[in-house]
């Protein structure tokens, strides 16, 4: 458009004022320029675009008000006036404006523009001429003259500069309006928007200006909101040019673009549109910090309350979420910290965040853990259902993690929201289940090492779980319901902090006791122990024990402070008085004031721990209220979530706990009276309980509350005689503890039950044996004579030594409790009394020690058959095993009785732990960690440990290494806080179980052939699985130490039997095994030992002084293959042609994985101990990933590849024989065979037996590597012999039969069928082998003495792969399992001496290279 020509006034030129105005010159004053410019104001506003008369008329006057004269006039009202009019003007004279002038149109707008700050002031008096001015140009929308001027951008940007200046919150909204309309008519009606002009606009939403002037702020936000579809794309060319290409220079706004972007996200998306893509580009730049800001601001953008950015850009919503992983620490913390506003506001996006905040809680980098588990915990906090199952494990995770800031903080926000949720019930009864398992994770901590770790489950316990602030009887209410939903480990957890409280208690009332005795050098170091182990019980013991030094000198100086402490941890002491006791004592303590004072958080930590915050008399009763309305059924049980009989025997057992810590505070009638209406209950752990808790309680209950003690008796005599064992144990001990006249009491319960003691009857037999030896135990003066004459006469000759039923023949070798026959339940209470009646003689003068460890032993060496008749199941068998082994065990803690083992005993007992069935292996074992631990048993028990190397099951070698760790630890800590133990190190510094070690190795009975490689491997994973623990440290050149002992063991001979040459070859060979061990593990062993150590005679025997043994029994191959597992590379030539028809010659395949998964049942067959796999690693992880060794329907693969269960679909005829392994701790008995063949006529033998045993597979007794042959046969002379010695026990004869008595005794006719079975088992390979797998195996080896004389000893290692290659030609692909029949080229015989030999027809042999 262009302007029009220049009008012209009327009149020749000449100004029309209007009429009544005079002519406005700059000769008149301004008051009088004023007066007449209002009228003229009054003229145009009167006027309107139709009245082209006065718009002509008037002309010249319109022109004239544009003159320097009004718009450069200093007046304020003046130019007020002519904006005024001009404004008029444009509105009366539009479309055209009178003005044609560029420069005149530009002037004016300026002019106009500057008079719009007068908008600033609402108050002014000429404020409504300013909004009318505004409201004028708005309405006329006059500035869109300005899009034809060229440098109207000028104009534009003055304009909105002074608009977003001026507006305040005094403005109404008509004000903000025309402003509003002013603006937007100008963005939207031009061409584009130019840069400077969206500065003016955008520069209102940094943070610095929108928080000087919030009304500019919303103007530019509404302004934008208005304009978006054309504003969009100039924002967009901006932060093209700043994002993308870099020109920070094209804005000052340039370095606020991503406070710019969040807020115009904020305003509206769809402004950033293009924007976008953009950030995406952004977030993947390889300047960090930059990728950060991104990140900050895409954080705010998508964790934003209401925004869609998530759903509406996945691209850019994936990109981010690949910042978690992002390679700069600040950005993944950024991100994490994100994480939790999305989760609040945005709950769809979870399963997104999942993923990666799965990865971060494993982040390197502490913060981070410590921020997901922040993000995680606020947004459960606010809402249950914000966070999903698998977030909340990442918190659970964390508990256990390696830095304390991270655990503290998981430990305490899975406090918070089991208050929050589960104690006050927030969220209902479904949000409570939900993390119901936070109760049990937070206690399971307890288990943790670090005192750390402890101290804080005992704060949080005690502030969110069972609040100490409530009063009693809500506090109590918490606590029973919460134990009776605790699970097992739990339960030990809260029962070992409430110990782990009281045992402190004891150490501070201890402590107190002490200052009260005279000043003395005894009494200052007793008073140190007791200072130093309760500093172990704080955190930073080493600060610790100075502050508890402190606190020492403090107490012995302060006696009203002593006598604080006293009453706070004494038994009266009620939970109030205790709040009463830590405040006054804290408060003593504050002096001086500091802003951190660390010895008062330690002492703090102290009273924390030893304040009886929870327990009292008072808390006892509100407890057996709840127990009594449990018991009448009127309790709140079920809306808790338990039932009445789980909340009454879990009420019993927290009642039984603690009358362990706070036994005073039962004594009340009203306690002991709800007790025996507990002992009256049917459940039997109920009655149990209550007699427990009336046995620790109860001392005063005879002096003081005579109507209990009268209806107490008449029932503890009934449990005892006719209760479960548990409680006649219980009952007994009761009657012994809370009675003055226990003698009386205790013989009415014996007479009677002596006199009622039936065989024929075991069911009725168990109860009255635990009263009996409970009783000889504790008063073993008192019935010294009757015991003696029950246990020779009843115990031993009528029940231990008679078998009356026949067990089940099922072949397991572990049944459940209930399956468990009774006469055997009877056995094993038999074992046990007799331990308990030893126990408390406490003396061998009737040499009854020695009888009953040889009855235990030949327990043993019979494999839990004393009578040998077959009569007993397998799985009985185990139990009687292990009861026999415990109570070796037993003995051996009470000196008297340990003196009196002898290594061969000890011996026997040690090899329980390597038992063919994983129950017995496994419960032996934490009772020997149990009676270690507690420092009864004596150093050489530690020993049985190393034979857990020989374990099949990785978990129970993992056990076993966890309870060395712990034994060797008390040890040590032991030793370094009593001074005393310096002169017992012999027998409790932990490398003394070093020649106890190699003794017991040296005598293992799968120790025969010294030189052979894979027996001297085993050999070295025993020393080395106790070694490697030993060796952690070198404390005190403890390396050197051990080395010595070594050597010195070598020099001694074996005291078990001296004169025996095997014997001592066997243990010089384990202690150059053990040499070598030490030397290839440590570089520090060959230094000077510190001092000279100490053997034990009863092992060792001094040789002559001229002995000196300085030969090495291990050769440079032996070494090789110790030290990388396997010999130097022989050639393998190729095989010979040979025939296999060599009568007793007998085939050894390679025992595949198939085999090593079968059930522990097992055959005692001699024949199937020759037969087992020497590979080391099949022989030592037959089973890595079997976590239950004893499957009672193991899987077995039947020719097709299908599975069938033992016990159901298989029968011992249709199954291969796996290498069964004979069981250790038998000696060679000729006559063991006839028993197997009859087990395996009856089906006890299941296919497999042999690899699932708790023992490693002895080594193979008939194949060595030189090919020697080994003769079969048997005299009947010698097996007169064997017959006449089966019974004796010779550890020396238990390892596999020895090449010069390996022989088979003579088998009758209907033997032959069942040896037949499981020798060809034996000779087909083990189930599943192909054909290839056979040739390939190079166990399969053959030896005989034509062997040795077809094929010379010099072709070594490759006669016996060839050999292997020949044995396995014309085997059919798959063994069937018990079915030799059928077989082409192999037949089965027997000779008339018992011999099996396996006929085949000659095949050619395959050359191997």
Known sequence: MEFPQQQKPAGDGKIVYPPGVKEITDKISNDEVVKRLKMVVKTYMDMD??????????????????????????????????????????????????????????????????????????????????????????????????????????????????????????????????????????IMEGDGVTQELLDTILINLIPAHKNLNKQAYDLAKTLLKRTVQTIETCIANFFNQVLVMGKSSVSDLSEHVFDLIQELFAIDPLLLTSVMPQLEFKLKSNDGEERLAVVRLLAKLFGAKDSELATQNRPLWQCFLGRFN?????????????????????????????????????????????????????????????????????????????RWRVRKEAMMGLAQLFKKYCLHHEAGKESALKISWIKDKLLH????????????????FAQYMVPHSLDTEEKMKCLYYLYACLDTNAVKALNEMWKCQNMLRGLVRELLDLHKLPVSEANNTAMFGKLMTIAKNLPDAGKAQDFMKKFNQVLGEDEKLRVQLETLISPTCSCKQAELCVREITRKLTFPKQPTNPFLEMVKFLLERIAPVHIDSEAISALVKLLNKSIEGTADDDEEGVTPDTAIRSGLELLKVLSFTHPTAFHSAETYESLLQCLKMEDDKVAEAAIQIFRNTGQKIETELQQIRSTLIPILHQKAKRGTPHQAKQAVHCIHAIFNNKEVQLAQIFEPLSRSLNADVPEQLITPLVSLGHISMLAPDQFASPMKSIVANFIVKDLLMNDRSMGNKNGKLWTTDEEVSPEVLAKVQAIKLLVRWLLGMKNNQS??????????????????????????????????RLAAGGAIMKLAQEPCYHDIITPEQFQLCGLVINDECY???????????????????????????????????????????????????????????????????????????VPYMIHLLAHDPDFTKPQEYEQLKDIKECLWFMLEVLMTKNENNSHAFLRKMVENIKQTKDAQCPDDAKANEKLYIVCDVALFVIANKSTACHLESPKDPVLPTKFFLLQDKDFKNDKDYLTAETRQVLLTGKPKTTPVLGAVNKPLTVPGRRIFTKTTAGSDTASNASTNSQLSSSAINKNSNAATEPSESRSQENNENPVIKNDD??????????????????????????????????????????????????AGRGRKRAADPVSDQSGESINIKMSKQQQQKDEGTKRQIDLQRWPCLSREKDKVRKREPEEETGRALGRVALLLGSEGDTERELESSPECVISGRKDKERYPPEQGQADCAAWSATCSQGESKSAKRGAPSGRQGETISGDKTGRLAVKRKSVKARSKL
């Not at 600040?330 to 979870?350: G, I, Q, T, W, Y």
């Not at 009953?852 to 032993?857: A, G, I, K």
């Open 49 to 186: 675009q139709d009245s082209e008369e006065e718009k002509q008329q008037y002309l010249g006057l319109a022109l004239h008000l544009a003159s320097e004269f009004f718009l450069r006039n200093p007046n304020k009202d003046v130019r007020l006036l002519v904006a005024c009019c001009l404004a008029d003007i444009f509105r009366i004279y539009a479309p055209e404006a009178p003005y044609t002038s560029h420069d005149k149109l530009k002037d004016i707008f300026l002019f106009i523009t500057r008079q719009l700050k007068g908008l600033e002031d609402t108050k002014s008096p000429q404020f409504n001429r300013y909004f009318y001015l505004l409201e004028n140009l708005a309405w006329v929308k006059s500035y869109n003259i300005c899009f034809e001027l060229e440098d109207c951008n000028e104009i534009f940007i003055q304009l909105f500069k002074t608009l977003f200046s001026v507006i305040n919150n005094s403005h109404n909204q008509k004000v903000q309006m025309h402003m509003m309309d002013l603006m937007s008519s100008i």
């Open 326 to 402: 992002d390679i700069h620490v600040p950005v993944r913390l950024e991100c994490v910290k994100f994480a939790s506003h999305c989760l609040m506001n945005h709950p769809d996006l979870a399963k997104d965040l999942t993923e990666y905040l799965k990865v971060r809680s494993h982040d390197p980098e502490e913060a981070i853990r410590h921020d997901v588990i922040v993000t995680i915990i606020n947004a459960g906090k606010k809402d249950l259902n914000l966070v999903n199952d698998q977030l909340l494990g990442f918190v659970r995770e964390r508990t256990l993690d390696k």
């Open 445 to 460: 901590i307890y288990y943790q090492n670090s005192i750390d770790d402890k101290l804080l489950v005992e704060k949080i």
């Open 847 to 880: 040499k009854s020690a020695n009888s009953t460890l040889r009855l235990l032993s030949a327990m043993l060496v019979s494999e839990g058959d004393l009578t040998e008749q077959k009569k007993i199941s397998k799985s009985d068998m185990s139990r009687l």
């Open 919 to 993: 129950q017995v292996r496994q419960i032996f074992a934490q009772k020997l960690h149990l009676a270690l631990v507690k420092l009864l048993l004596p150093l050489e028990y530690l020993a049985v440990f190393a034979l857990c190397a020989k374990d099949p099951v990785k978990e129970r070698r993992a056990h076993a290494r966890q309870c060395l760790l712990k034994n060797i630890t008390v040890r040590r800590e032991y030793i370094k806080q009593n001074p005393l133990a310096h002169e017992k190190l012999v027998s409790l510094l932990p490398e003394y179980v």
């Open 1201 to 1250: 590849g299908k599975k069938e269960e033992a016990g159901q679909n298989a029968t011992p005829d249709a199954t291969t024989e796996a290498s069964p392994v004979k069981r250790r701790g038998r000696p060679p008995k000729s006559a063991a065979a006839a028993p197997a063949v009859a087990a395996e006529k009856e089906g006890g033998a299941v296919a497999g037996g042999g």
